[in-house]
């Protein structure tokens, strides 16, 4: 190899080991092996080069070419590498950092209450029904066996709609989740066992009522099923709900009519403390009772071939007791301290009391 190679070669190679970036390296590149770059050129002048030594200078250019194009490659492998090594390096991250506190919401004691007693009724076999809230006054009332001007509907301070049309009865906001029974029985061919839990309006508000509450519905139709079914149901599903094994319950002859024989269902507490399961005091808490022959018959059921049971009860009413809270008023105040106090984990499973 000629003087002037040798210098070349140990140029690139310097100016190679100076790139310090992929640019500075493209340039040495172009410099040495491009369409006007040192090496190229030499190789052009190989012509004007006498006849004796051209193949011999023909050859070591052609090697030094091969030794220089690998070195080229070398450093823009090098460079590659530092720069993939420098982009690890910067976006290194701690795993071990403890992570930053996210905000958590908690479940609102309402419906908390709701998922315990899906997940109760769910074990015992019931499924989930649903209704509308605004209701036709003939599933809120008349299906259920209280005609126009039946006594029973001046207990209900009913929120009334405007009528379709005149002459029309008025829509109403549901008075309780008794229509939902119609519209299981109408939707679906006995036997059927539904639960439904919603929202229920009536115009009334104090410290223990709301104008909006929530209600617990249960419906239970077949070819067989007794008032002692009834029983065994709901003791077993009150026990659970509040976690007392022992809770006494008892039921009381009462009058719905959208069931007969009617039951008020009483558990034992203690008036003075407020403690549930003992203490000699009884607290009404539900109503229920055999389905009304009439109220199956509006239904398309044929009673006599099907009979069942349905009860019915306040969703805050039993969170209130099994929480022991005194006021109605902030499930529906969204004031946050009552929140956190009273919310539930939406990662904590709905509390089931198992061998209760
Ligand atoms: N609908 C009744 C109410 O709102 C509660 C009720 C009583 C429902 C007896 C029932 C039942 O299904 O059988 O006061």
Redesign the pocket.
């Given at each position: 190899m000629t003087d002037d190679l040798f210098t070349l070669r140990a140029e690139t190679e310097a100016a190679l080991r100076e790139a310090a970036d992929v640019r500075a390296w493209d340039a040495v590149r172009v410099g040495v092996l491009g369409k006007s770059g040192t090496l190229t050129a030499l190789l052009k002048d190989l012509g004007r080069t006498p006849a004796e030594q051209r193949r011999e200078r023909g050859a070591a250019l052609n090697r030094l070419k091969d030794e220089l194009a690998a070195a080229i490659e070398a450093r823009r492998a090098a460079l590659e590498e530092a720069a993939l090594e420098a982009r690890l390096a910067a976006e290194r991250i701690d795993v071990t950092l403890p992570p930053r506190p996210a905000p958590a919401g908690l479940i609102h004691p309402v419906s908390r209450t709701m998922e315990e007693m899906a997940a109760i009724f769910g074990a015992m076999g019931f499924a989930v029904a649903e209704g509308p809230d605004v209701e036709s006054d003939w599933h809120n009332f008349g299906a259920?066996n209280i005609p126009a001007h039946h006594p029973a509907r001046a207990?209900?301070d009913t929120f009334y709609l405007p009528p379709a049309g005149p002459g029309a009865a008025p829509p109403v906001l549901r008075?309780?989740?008794?229509p939902v029974?119609v519209r299981s029985m109408l939707r679906q061919p006995p036997p059927l066992r539904i639960v439904t839990m919603g929202r229920?309006y009536r115009a009334d508000h104090d410290a223990t009522h709301s104008p909006m509450f929530h209600?617990l519905?249960?419906?239970a139709i077949g070819r067989d099923i007794t008032l002692g079914h009834l029983k065994g149901c709901l003791i077993d599903f009150l026990r659970s709900f509040f976690g007392i094994a022992s809770l006494p319950v008892r039921f009381r002859a009462s009058y719905?009519p959208?069931?007969e024989p009617?039951m008020e269902v009483d558990i034992g507490w203690n008036r003075r403390t407020g403690e549930l399961g003992g203490g000699g005091d009884w607290l009404e808490i539900?109503?229920?009772?055999m389905?009304h022959p009439k109220v199956l018959a509006n239904c398309g059921i044929d009673p006599a071939e099907w009979q069942g049971?349905?009860?019915?009860?306040g969703v805050e009413r039993v969170t209130m007791l099994k929480h022991g809270m005194a006021d109605l008023r902030p499930f529906y105040d969204s004031d946050i301290r009552w929140l956190r106090h009273y919310g539930s984990s939406p990662l904590a499973p709905a509390m089931l009391h198992e061998g209760v």
């Open positions: 259920l207990d209900h008075t309780h989740t008794s029974q229920t209600q519905e249960g419906l719905f959208f069931t009617s539900l109503g229920s009772g389905v049971f349905a009860f019915g009860m």
